[in-house]
C-alpha cells in the first residue's frame, strides 16, 4: 500500500452500489490524472466496501476515507465491529461514523428535543472512536454542518471540552476532525484567520462587516477551537467542499473556477498544516439522485465541460512550487536534548551533509529529510505534511543503527 502525499480528494457517487472491478477501472486514470490521494465512500454497515475496491485504490496511493452517514442512535458498536476489524485488515485506517449531529434531522425527534445534545452525542459516539482506537485506526468526530441547528463551533467545543473533562486523553492524542468546507459563494479568503481575525463574531451571530466559518476557510476556525479546547491543533479531513453550482439554473462555469482556486488553495502554502485532505463534492453521481447537479463527471467519459479548469490550475501549481533552499535536513523529536540522538545526527550529517534541529518548518526547505527517532517518537502527520511538500523523506531508528553496530 502506498501511502498518500496528496490532500486533495474526491466524494465519490452518494451512494454505496458502484464498487465492482469496473467501476475501478473505469475511474482510477480519472482520479490519477487529478493527483487524487483520498477518496470518500458511503458504505451502511450492511454493505461493506469490496476490500478489491479498497485495495485497488490504495495500490495507487489513494487513501480510502468510508462513511457510514446513519442516523444517530440506528448504529450499535457491537454489531458493527466485525466490519471494522475488517477494515482495519484490509488496511484501511478513515471510517466516519454519523452525519452532520448538529443537525436536528439526524436524529430521532424525542432525542433532539431533550437537553444536552452534545453530551449525548458523545455518549453515542465513544464507543466507535474508542473501538477504532484499539484497531490502530484513526477515529473520526463526525463532520458538522457549518452554521447548523446547533452552532457547530459550539457544538465541536462542547465535544472536545466534553472528552477532556472525561480524562480522554489518550484518545484525543489521536482523535482526528472530519468537515464540510463550502465556499456558499462567498470569496475564498471568508472568515480567514479563524476566531482571531473575526472576534466579533459568536454563534448564531456574525454583524454586519465581520465574517464567520461558513467558508472555505472553515478549518482555520477548527484549528483554533482544538487549541482553545485541549491546546491542540487537530488533523482535519475535508469529506466534503468546494463551490457548488446552483441546483436550478445552469452553471455558466462559475463554481469551477472557484474550484480552480480552492484546488491552488489545497495545493499551496497557505493552507494549514493539520489540514490532511480535502475532498471535492461531487466526482460522480447516478443521473436521478438529488445530488446530480453538483457531479463533476454523468460517466468517465462524460465530464463536465469545465472540469479541465481544475485539471489546469493543479497543473500551474505543480510546475510553480518553489526550488528547496537546502540539500539534506536531520530533523531530531521536537525539544530534544538527548546528546545521543545528537551525537548520531552528527554522524549522520558527516555521511551525508544537511543540516541538524528540530524544526519540522525548516525540514520543509529541505529536499531530502531524514527524521531520526524510534517508530513510536516517529510522527505520521509530521511525514505526510513534508512529503506533501515535495520532500524525500527517510526514517532512521537509532535503537536499530545501535543493535546493527554491536552486531
Keep these: 500500500m502506498l501511502l498518500t502525499t496528496s490532500r486533495l480528494g474526491f466524494q465519490y457517487y452518494p451512494d454505496d ?3 465492482t472491478p469496473a467501476d475501478l477501472a473505469a475511474w482510477l486514470p480519472i482520479l490519477r490524472s487529478f493527483g487524487t490521494g483520498w477518496l470518500v ?7 461493506s466496501v469490496p476490500e478489491e475496491f479498497l485495495r485497488g485504490l490504495m495500490d495507487e496511493g489513494i487513501e480510502p476515507i468510508v462513511h457510514l452517514p446513519a442516523q444517530i442512535g440506528q448504529l450499535n458498536p457491537t454489531d458493527v465491529e466485525p466490519l471494522l476489524r475488517a477494515y482495519a485488515a484490509w488496511g484501511v485506517r478513515h471510517v466516519i461514523f454519523f452525519d452532520k449531529p448538529n443537525l436536528r434531522s439526524s436524529w430521532e425527534p424525542s432525542e433532539w428535543s431533550r437537553v444536552g445534545i452534545v453530551e449525548r452525542f458523545i455518549d453515542r459516539a465513544l464507543p466507535f472512536w474508542n473501538l477504532q482506537a484499539d484497531l490502530g485506526m484513526i477515529p473520526l468526530v463526525s463532520p458538522l454542518d457549518p452554521g447548523g441547528d446547533y452552532w457547530d463551533t459550539a457544538f465541536l467545543e462542547g465535544v472536545l471540552r466534553g472528552l477532556a473533562r472525561r480524562g480522554q486523553e489518550s ?8 468537515a464540510y468546507a463550502w465556499t456558499f459563494g462567498r470569496a475564498l479568503d471568508w472568515g480567514a484567520g479563524g476566531p482571531q481575525a473575526w472576534p466579533e463574531s459568536r454563534p448564531y451571530q456574525t454583524p454586519d462587516g465581520s465574517q464567520d466559518q461558513r467558508g472555505l476557510r472553515l478549518p482555520e476556525w477548527y484549528t483554533a477551537i482544538g487549541h482553545s479546547s485541549i491546546g491542540k491543533a487537530m488533523p482535519i479531513y475535508v469529506v466534503g467542499g468546494g463551490a457548488l453550482p446552483s441546483r436550478t439554473t445552469i452553471d455558466d462555469g462559475a463554481s469551477f473556477e472557484q474550484n480552480a482556486g480552492v484546488a491552488r488553495w489545497i495545493t499551496g502554502p497557505d493552507a494549514p498544516d493539520n489540514l490532511q485532505a480535502f475532498a471535492f463534492f461531487l466526482l460522480t453521481s447516478s443521473p436521478t439522485s438529488p445530488e446530480a447537479y453538483a457531479a463533476w463527471y454523468a460517466a468517465p467519459d462524460q465530464p463536465n465541460r469545465d472540469v479541465d479548469m481544475v485539471r489546469g490550475a493543479l497543473l500551474a501549481a505543480a510546475k ?16 530534544t536534548t538527548d546528546p545521543v540522538l545528537w551525537a548520531l545526527a552528527g ?5 551525508t551533509p544537511g543540516a541538524v534541529g528540530c524544526s519540522p518548518a525548516e525540514a520543509r526547505l529541505a529536499e531530502r529529510v531524514t527524521i531520526l527517532g524510534s517508530p513510536e517518537s516517529t510522527d505520521e502527520q509530521t511525514t505526510a505534511q513534508l512529503e506533501r511538500v515535495g520532500c524525500r523523506v527517510e526514517h532512521l531508528d537509532p535503537s536499530a543503527i545501535a543493535a546493527a553496530a554491536r552486531a
Design 347 to 351: 554522524q549522520v550529517a558527516v555521511r
Design 41 to 47: 465512500l458511503r458504505a451502511s454497515s450492511a454493505r
Design 320 to 335: 510553480t512550487r518553489r526550488p528547496k533552499s537546502l540539500a539534506h535536513y536531520i530533523l531530531l523529536p521536537p525539544g
Design 17 to 19: 452500489r458502484h464498487y
Design 171 to 178: 484518545l484525543l492524542d489521536r482523535l482526528a476532525l472530519a
